[in-house]
């Protein structure tokens, strides 16, 4: 994807992600964790995205915090990006994202809206409805998401 993103550091197994966020509000620690939660029915891996920032004192990851740094696009951004990392060295791998809170929920359709053209180039993406998984479609809202990369 050709969005302003940070940098990435990544752990040796390429599951988990650090970087920095830099705004009004300071420097940030934001961590990506990606877990196996299941298999599809043809045996594809489905692995979960976790996000959120690095709390020190709790030494955990919080997916509930606000940080309003005012960088939401390009931690997006840096986040889509893990996701090619760990396709390209995983390979065939599924990719389930949820917001912790609905609103989170509605920000990340809200980011993958933006940039589908994109971001259908390079991945298939279906969304649940009340209905069930279906193609991505601007104008639904859907409460979470399924990622893979497209066959070449």
């Not at 949820?98 to 180039?121: D, F, H, V």
Request: with cysteine; glycine share 8%.
């Amino acid at each position: 994807m050709n969005k302003e993103r940070y940098p990435l550091k990544t752990n040796i197994c390429h599951a988990n992600f650090e970087f920095e966020s830099h705004g009004p509000n300071g420097t940030i620690k934001k961590v990506i964790e990606y877990y196996e939660i299941g298999k599809m029915p043809d045996g594809t891996a489905i692995l979960n995205l976790g996000f959120g920032d690095w709390d020190d004192t709790l030494e955990t990851v919080g997916d509930l915090t606000i940080s309003n740094n005012a960088d939401r696009d390009k931690v997006l951004a840096t986040v889509a990006s893990s996701a090619l990392d760990v396709t390209d060295h995983f390979g065939n791998v599924a990719i389930y994202a949820k917001g912790s809170t609905p609103a989170r929920t509605r920000l990340y359709q809200m980011g993958l809206n933006a940039n589908i053209k994109e971001i259908e180039t390079i991945f298939d993406i279906l969304g649940l409805t009340a209905s069930g998984w279906e193609k991505l479609q601007q104008g639904v809202n859907y409460t979470e998401f399924l990622v893979t990369k497209k066959k070449s």
